[in-house]
């Protein structure tokens, strides 16, 4: 292990070692209008930190001939709610120092609310009539419509935009996982003001809502502010159900040739879903083939060993109705075929091997110290309490985390290795690995379409 590796470790080790459940004490209580709210009293500065996240209620839950509906959403609710046109409301949280800001993703709609106390109830009601009661007026629609499409147009040649478009569609067709957030040049010019109100009002209701924040007022007071920006949601909105779906993965290789001087190319497997039991070995897993940088495998082949690429970097992305797990790489044309050679011996090596008991214990080490660190602000805090709740993890998972982590062995990796890379836990091969690539690669061949009949 190299020094800056070992010095790394003993910082994120020392850092795991402290009482962290004892700083993160988290109370809940549910408000008069039944929400839950999990809360972390905080005195030590006078500001409230809120994270409220909609489920089911993200890019995934539109209509194909809708997509970028959620986006287009996101970008207007602060262009003038109730009474207060676009300008005045934008003063009026300059005016009062609120940080309020909206993001749609693709399985949730989310906000964060950042306010000092004593301007506490002013951020409440703004956010509310924001949600409640959005203007969509046609001069905003308009302005912030030709920025998404100002924006769309210029992606339509980027490389990058190009292959997760492309890779996204091929891992999820028919489904809303398949689709960009951001939506279409087409979808987004055709999105009218009835759609806008008809999202809002289908998707931001109060028994699809979670919240945690971070404060310095008692927790009574927290579920007044949240109720004051909730009331007047409906209580249940209409249900937009996002179907469970798993990736296609095969063993194709997929070229979109592009003229360019580099590839960037998308190797994509099963995944593990948050709420698998098998969940933290992924995670563990992951982190030693190529989500923990410059302590990853493949860091170490195909970056630092042969110099073959500048980024190389693996991630299992866990969704809400599925999983899946990508290994991406940027480099020269001529070191494609290398490199996509090097990505999938690895796997065959982790199903076929495992991992070492050194590479296994540093790995927990970075794991359960990096959370540690993430919880270095109250917005963050706040946005752990409320994926802890979608995840259903129970308000002492921060106790139990360490627990969780240490407990996956050696053969927990070879079988979830199995899982991930062939498709079944008692199967040991071959590797299926989906490979998309853009640019235009050496050594490297795209899988013959399929013959009709």
Do not use: C
């Not at 070229?255 to 039991?277: C, F, H, M, N, T």
């Amino acid at each position: 292990m190299t020094k800056p590796i070992a010095f790394l470790l003993a910082v994120v080790a020392w850092v795991a070692m402290a009482p962290i459940a004892n700083a993160v004490d988290i109370q809940r209580m549910r408000t008069p209008l039944g929400v839950e709210v999990w809360y972390v009293r905080e005195p030590s500065l006078p500001i409230i930190a809120a994270s409220i996240v909609f489920q089911e209620a993200g890019a995934a839950s539109v209509p194909a001939d809708k997509e970028g509906l959620a986006y287009l959403t996101q970008v207007l609710l602060d262009e003038g709610a109730g009474d207060l046109k676009s300008l005045d409301f934008q003063r009026r949280i300059e005016d009062l120092a609120i940080d309020l800001s909206f993001d749609a993703n693709t399985d949730t709609f989310g906000v964060t609310l950042r306010t000092l106390t004593t301007r506490a109830d002013d951020a409440f009601k703004l956010l509310g009539l924001a949600l409640s009661k959005p203007r969509f007026d046609d001069d905003a629609v308009e302005r912030m419509r030709n920025a998404i499409l100002i924006d769309l147009t210029s992606r339509l040649d980027d490389p990058d935009d190009i292959l997760n478009r492309a890779f996204s569609a091929m891992t999820f067709p028919h489904h809303g996982y398949g689709r960009s957030v951001r939506g279409t040049v087409d979808t987004v010019e055709k999105l009218a003001k009835q759609d806008l109100r008809d999202y809002v009002q289908t998707r931001f209701a109060r028994d699809r809502v979670v919240v945690g924040a971070v404060g310095d007022v008692p927790i009574e007071e927290l579920a007044r502010l949240i109720d004051l920006a909730l009331t007047d949601l409906p209580a249940k909105g209409t249900a937009q159900p996002i179907a469970e779906v798993t990736p296609a993965v095969t063993e194709d290789v997929r070229i979109l040739k592009k003229e360019i001087p580099q590839s960037s190319v998308l190797l994509s497997a099963y995944g593990i879903k948050r709420e698998d039991p098998d969940y933290y070995a992924a995670v563990i897993l992951n982190s030693v083939m190529g989500g923990a940088a410059f302590m990853s495998r493949l860091w170490n082949e195909v970056r630092e060993e042969r110099g073959l690429a500048y980024s190389v970097s693996t991630s299992n992305s866990a969704l809400e109705h599925a999983a899946y797990f990508v290994a991406y790489v940027a480099t020269n044309n001529e070191n494609v075929g290398e490199s996509v050679r090097l990505i999938r011996e690895e796997a065959e090596r982790i199903v076929r091997d495992g991992i070492t008991k050194e590479e296994l214990d540093a790995a927990k080490v970075y794991l359960i110290g990096s959370f540690a660190l993430s919880l270095d602000t109250n917005a963050r805090i706040a946005r752990t309490l409320v994926s802890m709740q979608i995840s259903e993890l129970g308000p002492d998972y921060i106790d139990k985390r360490v627990d969780y982590y240490n407990a996956v062995t050696p053969e927990d990796i070879k079988r979830v290795a199995r899982r991930i890379f062939v498709g079944d836990a008692n199967a040991t091969g071959p590797v299926r690995l989906t490979t998309t690539i853009i640019g235009d690669p050496k050594n490297i061949e795209a899988t013959p379409p399929a013959k009709n009949g």
